[in-house]
């Protein structure tokens, strides 16, 4: 009888630790669950941001360059409008000298022309 007994109350507590052990199993299966729910909602937002951020680092790098090429567009309308300057004054220039070296030519001319009435 009290074997009897025993072996209930030896069978109630192997089910009552049956009953423990699948609760603890469903509840580690559960966490595990949410566990893995939050952890891809953390993947998925840090991939959103990291691609976003790739899309803003894209966008100022294209507004930079797009920046610089029209900086770089005005810089040379800037050197070619200076060496059209540089251009015109070189042609005057040349202009004054052949006008200088006409003057001198005929400076010379008449000088010789002089002496040979001199003399």
């Known amino acids: 009888m009290k074997l009897v007994r025993l072996s209930k109350e030896t069978d109630f507590e192997i089910g009552k630790l049956r009953e423990e ?18 952890i891809d909602s ?9 691609h976003s951020e790739i899309e803003n680092l894209k966008k100022q790098h294209l507004n930079q360059v797009e920046t610089l090429d029209y900086e770089n567009t005005k ?18 220039n040349m202009k004054v000298k052949n006008n200088f070296e006409d003057s001198i030519d005929l400076l010379k ?7 040979d009435k001199i003399f």
């Open 109 to 115: 001319k008449e000088n010789e022309d002089l002496k």
């Open 21 to 38: 052990k699948d609760r603890l199993r469903n509840d580690l299966i559960y966490e595990e669950s949410e566990h893995k729910k939050e």
């Open 42 to 50: 953390l993947k998925s937002k840090f991939e959103y941001n990291f």
């Open 75 to 92: 810089l040379k309308e800037v050197v070619n409008s200076k060496n059209y300057e540089i251009e015109q004054i070189l042609a005057k």
